[in-house]
C-alpha cells in the first residue's frame, strides 16, 4: 500500500496573490474566457475558486442570476400590410415546394414504378370513408 499511496500526488492548498487573482478576475470579466477555462488556463485546483473571486473582487453583480430573455421577434413589430406580404411570400415558397414534391413523386412513380400516388389517394380515400361511415 506504500507504493500507492507514494504515487498519487498531493494536492496542496496554494495561495495566490491578490495581483493574481485580479488578473484573472480581468480576464474572466472582459469576456476572454469562462471561469472554468481560466481556471485550466490558469492551473487552479478548486472548483468554485474563480467563482468566490469574481464575486468577492469583480465589478459584475454575480449575486444575482442571470436571466437571459427571449430578443422580441420580427413578427410581433409587423404592421398588417407587413404581415400579409410576409404570408404571401411563405405562402408561394409553399406552392413551390409543393410542385416540386409532386414532380419527385412523378418521376418516381414513372422511373421505378413505386407507385406512391396510388399507394396514399387509396390510404385517403378509406380514411374518409371510415370516417363517414
Known amino acids: 500500500m506504500d507504493t500507492a499511496e507514494s504515487k498519487r500526488k498531493r494536492r496542496t492548498q496554494r495561495d495566490y496573490t491578490m495581483g493574481f487573482k485580479l488578473q484573472v478576475v480581468a480576464a474572466v470579466e472582459k469576456g476572454d474566457m469562462t471561469y472554468k477555462q481560466a481556471q485550466k488556463i490558469y492551473g487552479i485546483q478548486g472548483r468554485s ?3 468566490k473571486w469574481l464575486r468577492k473582487h469583480g465589478r459584475l453583480d ?3 442570476p442571470v436571466r437571459m430573455t427571449m430578443p ?8 398588417p400590410v407587413q404581415k400579409i406580404k410576409r404570408l404571401e411570400r411563405e405562402l408561394e415558397d409553399e406552392r413551390l415546394r409543393n410542385l416540386l414534391l409532386n414532380e419527385v413523386v412523378d418521376i418516381l412513380d414513372a422511373e421505378h414504378g413505386t407507385g406512391l400516388r396510388k399507394k396514399y389517394i387509396a390510404k385517403e380515400r378509406d380514411a374518409f370513408k371510415n370516417k363517414k361511415g
Open 49 to 51: 475558486t474563480v467563482l
Open 62 to 64: 454575480w449575486t444575482q
Open 72 to 79: 422580441k421577434s420580427p413578427k410581433a413589430k409587423e404592421t
